[in-house]
């Protein structure tokens, strides 16, 4: 007779064995207006956002999701991702056994190069998928969970000033504690002067600056000596993604941490950041780095090199927060919090069936199969601008 713990290993290999062919793919190309305008360093976004979801059935009735949530000036645009999906990497699904999620992954990175957020929202409906039909919440297959609760830090970009302000009274009630100053958008004294009202109105927060690639490299020493008067916790990305000199140049330099996000998307240039160590810190984002095992790779490259990992998003609804927040459930090195704060804080109207998991300044990680949350296939239909089925 099999011990008890054999017969879990066998249980186990019995379920990851259980085959289930994806049978459809749909393609829907959505926008969703927003609260706000946010001015970044390298962009403006005002009106509305717009991002593309990909839902598999299969054979078994299995429905997954993902999504893919680019921007024009940082990793794509929509209608890249939607044809992504629709033309190319349908073939490679279609048929395929939702256990074979690496399998399929590899092929879709030998069929189409970049399009990362499309592949990234594929994997992330593979794995809706695999953990509905085994009860299983997605950080279990990704290699179980390590935190319960992540530490929610809420950004600030709107060109009015006043209307971010108002924002933080509903934040702070809301027990958030992290907010990340987007700087490098307007004038250097424009943002010394939110930095110093923060610092006067709201001392118990913890602040940190964004220039999103906004800074000069030759002005950069200079002025963010005067950012670090204000004892901020990081310095996200203060110049252009491809001068990693002046980055090592700055990490060297500042006692603040330097954070890269658009100098690291994946796997090969977190190599290069802990080689060259122009950063002190990463960002990882399912859509830059193209999925959630490559995000969790560039986090264990990180670690291997001593450096510590914040969740960044892009302009996502809960659905990404979602992929997002299991994979930073299974990642420890992911420890500095994350950015989820969209579908709740910004985005006129989510697409879940209910609210993005939000708790006393902290996100919840879903215990539910799969993502643990159903979409509102309503609120995806009356926002839909054009789909593909099949």
């Given at each position: 007779m099999a011990s008890g713990a054999s017969a879990r290993q066998a249980a186990s290999s019995d379920s990851a064995g259980l085959a289930d062919p994806v049978e459809r793919l749909g393609v829907h190309h959505l926008r969703i207006p927003v609260k706000s305008p946010r001015d970044h360093g390298s962009g403006l976004v005002a009106d509305s956002v717009e991002i593309v979801l990909v839902r598999l059935d299969t054979k078994s009735g299995v429905s997954g999701w993902g999504e893919a949530a680019p921007w024009s000036v940082f990793t794509g645009t929509a209608e890249q991702a939607a044809a992504a999906l629709d033309r190319y990497l349908r073939p490679l699904v279609i048929g395929a056994d939702t256990a074979d999620i690496p399998a399929i992954m590899a092929k879709a990175d030998a069929a189409l190069t970049g399009h990362r957020e499309a592949k990234a929202a594929l994997e992330t409906a593979l794995y809706d998928c695999r953990g509905r039909l085994l009860g299983l919440p997605v950080h279990a297959l990704l290699g179980g969970r390590f935190r319960d609760r992540i530490a929610l830090s809420v950004s600030l970009a709107d060109p009015d000033f006043e209307a971010d302000l108002a924002l933080l009274d509903r934040l702070t009630a809301d027990g958030i504690g992290i907010v990340k100053v987007k700087?490098?958008?307007?004038?250097?004294?424009?943002?010394?002067?939110?930095?110093?009202?923060?610092?006067?109105d709201f001392p118990q927060l913890d602040v940190r600056v964004d220039y999103n690639q906004g800074m000069a490299p030759h002005e950069a020493r200079r002025r963010l000596a005067d950012i670090e008067s204000f004892d901020v916790s990081f310095i996200e990305q203060p110049v252009p993604r491809t001068c990693w000199a002046a980055m090592a140049d700055l990490t060297g330099a500042l006692k603040t941490p330097v954070l890269a996000d658009e100098s690291v998307f994946g796997p090969d240039e977190a190599v290069r950041a802990v080689a060259e160590r122009f950063c002190d810190l990463i960002s990882v984002k399912l859509m830059k780095a193209g999925g959630l095992r490559r995000g969790m790779?560039?986090?264990?490259?990180?670690?291997?090199?001593?450096?510590?990992?914040?969740g960044g998003d892009m302009f996502e609804t809960g659905l990404a927060h979602l992929a997002g927040t299991h994979m930073i459930a299974a990642s420890a090195n992911i420890s500095l919090g994350c950015e989820f704060y969209q579908a709740k804080y910004y985005l006129a109207r989510d697409i879940l069936a209910e609210p993005f998991p939000i708790d006393n300044g902290a996100v919840v990680v879903p215990e539910g199969a799969g993502l643990g949350i159903d979409v509102d296939v309503a609120a995806v239909n009356a926002h839909t601008i054009a789909q593909a089925d099949g």
């Open positions: 700087t490098g958008a307007s004038d250097h004294r424009f943002d010394l002067r939110r930095l110093e009202r923060l610092r006067a790779a560039v986090a264990a490259i990180a670690e291997a090199g001593g450096m510590a990992c914040y």
